[in-house]
């Protein structure tokens, strides 16, 4: 009896010393080092290349868009007139081009040949006139001022004649090389003007170039929006990570391509497996940090962007991430 009691008491001892050895042993060992971030996701925002009147906003808050969806549209009659105005200059352009290159008219050509055979028909006259004078200046008849008179009209005609023949040929060849061309710059450039316009007019409805969800619309209908100015904003949460900062001493245990568990608060006791993708030193010196002892240096902080290994299901932008190592 006296021997169990003793074995009972060397137990309870022995139970004790082991209680407070591992006590003491827990208390010794290094706490985790707990770092928290947030989410963060890629944000889009859709803005217009003219200035304009809001005229419909298509969207709300919290919508799902997909890409080429019509999110808003634009009221802008100046631009509208500006087509006309670039359609009727392309008409004209095209019309000029058109009569450059067929040339001139039947009636314009038979015209211009009448013209040559009137003054061709002149100059023989003045031909006959000039021979007849001459012989009577020659018999002493006619004054020599008057046969000069004469000489002077037949070359006179006689240029009339080669001027109408030339203006013919003109007709009947039509426009020169370099008149076609030019002509058919102009069209071109008419063209191009045309088609300007029609992209600024194609612009006054906005469709989204990516998917995702309506985050925030900065402008209504009936207001005017600048050039360039965005819109509505949406944001994608299939493209979405973590950001966190991490002093360097302990930068080696999130090296590019690393992976960890992590705790996301809104989402419940649940661990998530995340990747680092990206790291980078803070430009801002206040995330300096003296080492204490006699390190003899100070510690920068890094920026550290690691991605979610699967999709997350209710993963929302500005929710908390904890890291415990």
């Given at each position: 009896?006296?021997?169990?009691?003793?074995?009972?008491?060397?137990?309870?001892?022995?139970?004790?010393?082991?209680?407070?050895?591992?006590?003491?042993?827990?208390?010794?060992?290094?706490?985790?080092?707990?770092?928290?971030?947030?989410?963060?996701?890629?944000?889009?925002?859709?803005?217009?290349?003219?200035?304009?009147?809001?005229?419909?906003?298509?969207?709300?808050?919290?919508?799902?868009?997909?890409?080429?969806?019509?999110?808003?549209?634009?009221?802008?009659?100046?631009?509208?007139?500006?087509?006309?105005?670039?359609?009727?200059?392309q008409?004209?352009?095209?019309?000029?081009?058109?009569?450059?290159?067929?040339?001139?008219?039947?009636?314009?050509?038979e015209?211009?040949?009448?013209?040559?055979?009137?003054?061709?028909?002149?100059?023989?006259?003045?031909?006959k006139?000039?021979?007849?004078?001459d012989?009577?200046?020659?018999?002493?008849?006619?004054?020599?001022?008057?046969?000069?008179?004469?000489?002077?009209?037949?070359?006179?005609?006689?240029?009339?004649?080669?001027?109408?023949?030339?203006?013919?040929?003109?007709?009947?060849?039509?426009?020169?090389?370099?008149?076609?061309?030019?002509?058919?710059?102009?069209?071109?450039?008419?063209?191009?003007?045309?088609?300007?316009?029609?992209?600024?007019?194609?612009?006054?409805?906005?469709?989204?170039?990516?998917?995702?969800?309506?985050?925030?619309?900065?402008?209504?209908?009936?207001?005017?929006?600048?050039?360039?100015?965005?819109?509505?904003?949406?944001?994608?949460?299939?493209?979405?990570?973590?950001?966190?900062?991490?002093?360097?001493?302990?930068?080696?245990?999130?090296?590019?391509?690393?992976?960890f568990?992590?705790h996301?608060?809104?989402?419940?006791?649940?661990?998530?497996?995340?990747?680092?993708?990206?790291?980078?030193?803070?430009?801002?010196?206040a995330?300096?940090?003296?080492t204490?002892?006699?390190?003899?240096?100070?510690?920068?902080?890094?920026?550290?962007?690691?991605?979610?290994?699967?999709?997350?299901?209710g993963?929302?932008?500005?929710?908390?991430?904890?890291i415990?190592?």
């Amino acid at each position: 009896m006296r021997m169990a009691r003793t074995a009972v008491i060397i137990t309870f001892f022995a139970g004790i010393v082991a209680w407070l050895s591992y006590t003491f042993w827990i208390a010794y060992q290094p706490k985790p080092v707990r770092m928290q971030g947030q989410i963060e996701a890629q944000q889009y925002n859709i803005s217009s290349k003219i200035a304009g009147r809001i005229d419909d906003v298509k969207v709300r808050k919290g919508d799902l868009v997909k890409k080429g969806q019509l999110i808003f549209t634009i009221l802008s009659p100046e631009i509208e007139a500006k087509l006309i105005q670039a359609q009727a200059g392309q008409d004209a352009a095209d019309a000029l081009a058109a009569e450059v290159y067929t040339g001139a008219r039947k009636e314009q050509i038979e015209a211009a040949r009448d013209r040559w055979q009137q003054a061709r028909a002149a100059a023989d006259l003045m031909e006959k006139t000039f021979l007849r004078i001459d012989n009577l200046y020659s018999a002493g008849v006619v004054a020599e001022q008057k046969r000069d008179e004469v000489e002077t009209k037949l070359k006179g005609a006689r240029f009339a004649q080669n001027g109408a023949l030339q203006l013919y040929k003109m007709a009947q060849e039509g426009a020169r090389e370099e008149t076609k061309k030019a002509a058919a710059g102009k069209a071109r450039m008419a063209a191009g003007a045309v088609t300007e316009v029609e992209a600024y007019a194609a612009d006054m409805r906005i469709e989204s170039w990516h998917s995702g969800e309506v985050s925030q619309i900065l402008l209504q209908s009936g207001e005017v929006a600048p050039q360039g100015f965005p819109v509505v904003t949406i944001i994608d949460m299939s493209d979405a990570w973590a950001v966190f900062h991490v002093r360097e001493d302990r930068l080696a245990e999130f090296n590019k391509g690393s992976e960890f568990n992590a705790h996301i608060i809104a989402l419940g006791d649940v661990s998530y497996r995340f990747k680092v993708d990206h790291v980078a030193v803070m430009g801002d010196f206040a995330t300096w940090r003296a080492t204490n002892g006699d390190k003899g240096f100070d510690m920068r902080t890094f920026e550290v962007e690691a991605r979610p290994v699967e999709q997350i299901e209710g993963l929302r932008a500005g929710m908390s991430i904890i890291i415990e190592k």
